[in-house]
T-cell receptor, first 118, second 113 residues
Framework: GAVVSQHPSWVICKSGTSVKIECRSL??????MFWYRQFPKQSLMLMAT?????????EQGVEKDKFLINHASLTLSTLTVTSAHPEDSSFYIC??????????????FGPGTRLLVL | EDKVVQSPLSLVVHEGDTVTLNCSYE??????LLWYKQEKKAPTFLFML????IEKKSGRLSSILDKKELFSILNITATQTGDSAVYLC?????????????FGQGTILTVHP
């Protein structure tokens, strides 16, 4: 089956620092990757859609200068939380859609990254 | 705006009970509906439903979609404590080619021994 990894799984950082989270598709090529954020006891909220080789599409209300997304290859997308603040503390999850997958096909989720900003 | 609503939000049952989780949606250009189970980490895929009236089964779990009434149900029979989790319903819709998921709020299922 399709496997998606995320690194790191846990990050604790000081306010004002930047944090980079990696999302990798291990056994398939992912043309499209999605980044979600989940606050405690809430559902997943899509932050942005990332397509390999092009700029990410951000959802309304998500600051693109604060959440930098790079999808440089078919197996790697990164999310950088710049100048992180305590309110950015959350569970960040990526998912990937396979190369050639038609719209409507399922996405495969990474294990998530818990970010705590002190 | 695409909308996915799950009910109930929370459910507490005893082992052996049967539960039915509901998911209704209002979306433009529906493609598929998916069910996920989330424990402590990221969601794990359960089912994807595209056509009405065709039941999908996996062990004690089953799901069906009604595209006319715009809802889906997820059934779990003979529940076990290991079924305790958040169950998420999501829909792929819209005119983009990216297939983004819109999630419902989730149903928190707690199964007591």
């Amino acid at each position: 089956g399709a496997v998606v990894s995320q690194h790191p799984s846990w990050v604790i950082c000081k306010s004002g620092t930047s944090v980079k989270i990696e999302c990798r598709s291990l056994d398939f090529q992912a043309t499209t990757m999605f980044w979600y954020r989940q606050f405690p006891k809430q559902s997943l909220m899509l932050m942005a859609t990332s397509n390999e080789g092009s700029k990410a599409t951000y959802e309304q209300g998500v600051e693109k200068d604060k959440f930098l997304i790079n999808h440089a290859s078919l197996t790697l997308s990164t999310l950088t939380v710049t100048s992180a603040h305590p309110e950015d503390s959350s569970f960040y999850i990526c998912s990937a859609r396979g190369h050639g997958a038609v719209v409507g096909e399922t996405q495969y989720f990474g294990p998530g990254t818990r970010l705590l900003v002190l | 705006e695409d909308k996915v609503v799950q009910s109930p939000l929370s459910l507490v049952v005893h082992e052996g009970d049967t539960v039915t989780l509901n998911c209704s949606y209002e979306v433009t250009n529906f493609r598929s509906l998916l069910w996920y189970k989330q424990e402590k980490k990221a969601p794990t895929f359960l089912f994807m439903l595209t056509s009405s009236g065709i039941e999908k089964k996996s062990g004690r779990l089953s799901s069906i979609l009604d595209k006319k009434e715009l809802f889906s149900i997820l059934n779990i029979t003979a529940t076990q404590t290991g079924d305790s989790a958040v169950y998420l319903c999501a829909v792929i819709a819209g005119g983009t080619s990216y297939g983004k998921l819109t999630f419902g709020q989730g149903t928190i299922l707690t199964v007591h021994p």
